[in-house]
């Protein structure tokens, strides 16, 4: 059961879907704010400090796209997960979804159990961004109060770039994030960031590993980004 100050926006302009979906997070124990377009919903995420948002891709007025794009360029949302409703199913859809900003994506028809689990496991994900003292990983540890990294013991030596990539990634191992993800929230700025650069970073990352440890500890989604992982 979620804690009920959980406040969690959901724009969806089909009044059926929204108040089922309403309904179903508030047995939840989730404090729901509903919003039928993307100007109202704007408006409430203005008004309301809210840990997550619920966002149908097509709306009468402004697109989903469009709201996660605005979302993304504030300082104050940046890191706030996204999950897309979308009744576009194909491959294409779903990465041009996730590369402006979603955090998630679920298309319609949709199961309300697999929905609630990915607002959980999401929510969940972004608090471990700031809790633990010391994080860990297939024998990789994180001192955040000490700020240093080790493996089986033995330090490892990493700019703040690489330090901060392997942070998020720790945060949920095994998780695909695509490189847009990882630029919005490793880099505080990068408007003027092209998305190669985090192939760079990665790969000095893996170099830093490697000195250390014969796995592949970073695993490559060809065409759309990394995930922390044991791939031998």
Partial sequence: MAEQLTKILVIEDEPSQLELLAYNLNVEGYHVLKAETGEEGLLLLKEHQVEM????WMLPDIS?????????????????????????GEEEDKIKGLNIGANDYVVKPYSIKELLARIRANLRINKNLSTPEVMSFESIRIDIARHTVSYNGLNISLGPIEYKLLYFLMTAPRQVFSRKQLLDRVWESHTEIETRTVDVHIGRLRKSLKKVSNKNLIRTIRGFGYSLDNVG
């Fill in 64 to 88: 989903g796209i469009e709201i996660c794009r605005q979302i993304r360029a504030n300082k104050s949302t940046i890191n706030l997960p996204i999950i897309m409703l979308t009744a576009r």
């Fill in 53 to 56: 948002v619920v966002l149908d």
